[in-house]
């Protein structure tokens, strides 16, 4: 029992999901403090939170530096958004997986016949 609520917990504290919708930089800039995916130029990807933006230079916050993106070498921006109805579907397809595997590994660890302790 241990087992299907351990995995229960996990299931459920890496599930969060974020949907990303494609941004035009000639009709609006990237709000501070949103996250945002950028594409540059040399094929770099980053993923992270806006810190400031402006007609030419885009300041993204990663996990351990502070990066600026001219924005003339970006490619693509993405909008990250907090998607709801995904976290709610992976939760409960994740449970039922780790239900079934949990399951089945408690099935297949009682060597003893039955009675016989």
Known sequence: MKTKISLLVLTLLFSSCYSYRAVDLSMQLPVPGERYKIETLGSNAWEGKVVASNDSLITLQLPNTILPIPVSKILTIRHG???VGQ???LSVLGTGVF????TLIDKNTNYFP????
Do not use: L
């Not at 039955?114 to 302790?117: E, F, L, N, T």
């Open 87 to 89: 976290t709610i579907a």
């Open 114 to 117: 039955s009675g016989v302790y």
């Open 99 to 102: 239900y079934c595997i949990a």
């Open 81 to 83: 958004r907090f998607s």
